[in-house]
Every structure is written in C-alpha cells, then in structure tokens.
C-alpha cells in the first residue's frame, strides 16, 4: 500500500487537498484524479501544487464507520449539548470557522472551556495515512461524503474525543456535519452561505487526553476506514 497526498496553492493560500492510501497499481489513476481536482477546482486557479508518494511500512488499523444520519433542521448546538461540549467551547469554535485565517488542518479545544490545546498554530492538525472501503457499495457515499466520513470517523475514534464539527471552505458547499461516537455523522444542511471561504475543522476532546499521542494517531498512524 502507498500513501498519495496531494495540496495546491495559490500565492501560498490553500486551494484545495486530497489524499488516500491505495496498492501500487492505482498510483496513476489516483494522481490523474488529484491533478484534475487540483486545477479544476471552485476556489480558483492555482500556483503550486505538491504530490508525496510514500510507501506504507506500518500495520493498518481498520475502524469502521460512523453511522450517516441527514435531517433537514439539524442544530449544531443541539447536537453538541448531548456530547457535554460547552456553551464557551462551541462560540470559540464558531469563531474559529468564521475567521478569514484558511487552516490547512484541525483545531483541538477543551471540550469544558473551549482552551486550545494544539500548538499547530495556523497549520491546524492533519488526519493523513487514511483510506475508506465502501463494502456496501452505498450510493449515497460520492468521493467528497467518503473523505468526509472517512476523516470524521478517525477523529472520534478516540475515547476521550466528545465531537467534531467541520464546514468546508470550498466556495459553493454548504453543507457540514458534526460528528461524534455517540450520535454519529450528521449532516447540517445550508451550514453557512455560498460564495465565501470560511470554514474549519474544530474537535472538542476532554482536558485529560494525551495530546501528543492522540495527533501522532491522527497524522501517522496507517488507517482503513469500512462502511
């Protein structure tokens, strides 16, 4: 199995990302497709691009998927109320979403009073070294749902990880999710307005969780994801 990942850039401000894990023989078709995504994408045109290609050595961890749940009046502090997410943790997390400043990863906050916990800085924290199965050949899974399910279901995997909440900053996608092992994935629709690049990732964990070791799982760590 090889890890490709795949980041474009304009005048060094991200445009858009892909990544999986795949055997050998689906190298070429994998990079086609990251090279089309990369210079067709809705944000715009591009500058620079980067492909890493590098060869598994670890075990693979298999987890299985969350459970997809799609209501059309979905809250999200509704939602995060029933994981014990506090008030002061979702406005931090809001805020974060809101910003002009475009993360290239995930913001970690205390569950309980909504501190930051990463040091990643504008970086944010990456899932990569992932791949997603579809073993019921579900209709509803497109590529961009299945890279969705597939980063969420790494996220919440961890015992000390209360939810995510995640909305795209592609320019024209409005709809997000918040997830959690609990109340799975669920898919909040019109979850900001179009034309506009704000977005993030945010996962609410409690204080006693070992930091470094949660990240190097999230950025290291070989991992399928089954549906």
């Known amino acids: ?31 086609k497709r990251y090279l089309k995504k990369a210079f067709y994408h809705e944000n715009g045109d591009i500058d620079f691009i980067n492909f890493k290609i590098e060869k598994i ?6 987890l299985s998927s969350l459970v997809i749940y799609q209501k059309e009046n979905e809250n999200i502090r509704s939602l995060a109320y029933k994981n ?3 008030d002061i943790a979702i406005e931090k997390a809001l805020k974060y979403i809101k910003s002009e400043t475009i993360y290239r990863g995930a913001i970690i906050l205390c569950a309980e009073s909504g501190e930051r916990l990463d040091t990643s800085e504008y970086r944010g924290i990456r899932v990569t070294n992932f791949s997603f ?41 409005t709809i997000g999710y918040f997830a959690s092992n609990l109340l799975g994935y669920n ?9 506009t690049r704000q977005g993030g990732r945010v996962i ?11 990240i190097e799982f999230l950025e290291n760590k070989p991992k399928l994801v089954v549906y």
Not at 57 to 62: A, D, E, F
Not at 151 to 167: D, F, P, R
Not at 187 to 195: L, S, W
Request: with cysteine.
């Open 1 to 31: 199995m090889y890890s490709i990942k795949m980041r474009a850039n304009n005048n060094s401000k991200h445009i858009s990302g892909a990544e999986t894990m795949c055997q050998f023989c689906e190298i070429e078709s994998t990079v």
């Open 57 to 62: 050595t670890q075990p693979i961890q298999t």
């Open 84 to 86: 014990n997410i506090k």
């Open 133 to 173: 199965k579809n073993q019921n050949n579900s209709s509803i899974l497109n590529e961009r749902v299945q890279d969705a399910l597939a980063i969420a279901t790494c996220i919440n995997s961890h015992e000390s990880v209360k939810g995510e909440l995640c909305v795209s900053d592609d320019l024209n996608y």
């Open 187 to 195: 898919r909040i629709f019109n979850i900001k307005n179009k034309n």
């Open 204 to 214: 609410f964990v409690d204080r006693s969780i070992d930091i470094e070791e949660y």
